[in-house]
């Protein structure tokens, strides 16, 4: 299926996948089908579980009634617990924590591969792990006013809350890989600390098993939301906007440059200003755009039969029906993102200057980034011929090749550089 494997579990034997071996059966539209319930991924949980997706829906309606912030304290401190230990996935090798790394803003610390999962942590993963941080402001999924989808936790949304989402990898084939929430609870109960995240969730021994999931469920979800390491707020861009610090010429004019309407206009999507009512930019609008990122040829996307269209499936199934969203994905932060490698939902680009210079040539040098097929460059090759339309044209995008690009390679280093103040941890 893939010839290049995540180096993460370097002493497995690369096993035959269950993908792979669903590949050699030859038979397409059986294999699209049974793609679409494996690929389950970190999301919403597998359609034979979708009945168990009832967590709390948002971050307040975790604090229950009568509930204090002691016991919210204390559903952060077992959430913590939850998310580090690999006990919570089949193999008893695999912990969130695993495919989200503090010190990579949250992100997969692979660098360059997609994760593997499953029990034998031999079953490729197709998306990259995306940071879990500055998630607190994003919302269920949802159509605006003029008809624009917003919000929802995945790249294509399909999870309306973090407790929801959480099901996701525990349940997925090429993630934690339980074969049912039945197996997610036995596992729970057996753990050390079952008192305490019981406890912390206003239950007793008690507790049924749909009790026992959602106390689960709604523990790594109060982690994220309330444990300040998601959080911090601690980057270089925040030091100057306190006045603490002050930008290189190099940072600054890189700023100028995001936030420029005709030039690099970063900042109409990952919004450099802060959202109504609040202090700090997340640059990002939690909106959908298809971008036309090349396929990655050199992991598992590279499956010919997979085409990962975001919105519109075939990973997430309620949208199918509208092909104006194929190809677009959820506008991740870009706070911590000098951290994040590999770049963009299907892990094609290796280096943020890489993923800055998408940008500039995407349309003026295509043979850049995508396949000459028989004398002619295939742009927008992750796509079906059929959505490419659906590709963002605006700005810095939308010119043909031979204009004069609106990015010069020295702003794609401004650009670079100005991203890399965005991450936590600076010390002035
Ligand atoms: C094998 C690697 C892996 C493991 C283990 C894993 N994740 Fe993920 N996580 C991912 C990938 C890949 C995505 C993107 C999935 C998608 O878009 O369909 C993701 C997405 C997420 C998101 C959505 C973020 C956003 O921006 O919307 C959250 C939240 C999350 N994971 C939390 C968790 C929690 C909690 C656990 C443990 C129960 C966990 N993950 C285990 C790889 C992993
Ligand atoms: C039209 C909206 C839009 C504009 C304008 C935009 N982005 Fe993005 N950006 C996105 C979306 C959507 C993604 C995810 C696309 C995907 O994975 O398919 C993304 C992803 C990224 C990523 C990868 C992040 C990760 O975690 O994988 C980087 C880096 C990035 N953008 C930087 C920039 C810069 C720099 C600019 C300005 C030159 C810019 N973006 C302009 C919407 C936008």
Partial sequence: MNTQRSTRPSTTPAAPSLLATLHSTGRSALLASLLAALLAACGDGS??????????????????????????????????LLFHDTRLSAGGNLACASCHVQTRGHADADGVFLPLGGPAL?????????????????????????G??????????????????ALGPLLAANEMAHASSAAVVARVRSLPYLAQLLSASGLDAAASDAQVLEALQGALQSYQAGDQDYQLFTSKFDAVQDGRASFTAQEARGLSLFNSPQRGNCASCHSSTPPAGQTRALF??????????????????????????????????????????????KVPTLRNVALTAPYFHNGAVATLQDAVSFYATRDIDPARWYPVVDGAVDKFNDLPVAYRGNVNQQPPFGLQPGQAPRLSAQDVQDLTAFLRTLTDGFVP
């Fill in 47 to 80: 359609p034979a579980d979708s009945t168990d997706t009832t967590g709390p829906t948002d971050p307040t309606t975790i604090v229950q009634d009568g509930s204090s912030a002691a016991t919210e304290a204390a559903r952060v401190a077992v959430g913590d």
């Fill in 122 to 146: 031999d079953q490729q993963g197709l998306r990259s792990s995306p940071t879990l941080d500055y998630l607190n402001d994003n919302r269920g999924f949802a159509f605006d006013n003029q």
């Fill in 148 to 165: 624009r989808p917003a919000g929802g936790f995945t790249w294509d949304g399909r999870a309306d809350s973090r407790a929801a989402q």
């Fill in 284 to 329: 990002t609008n939690f909106g959908y755009f298809a971008l036309g990122v090349p396929r990655n040829s050199s992991s598992a996307t590279a499956d010919p039969l997979f085409m990962d269209m975001g919105l519109c499936g075939p990973v997430r199934t309620d949208l199918s029906n509208r092909t104006d969203l194929c190809g677009q994905f």
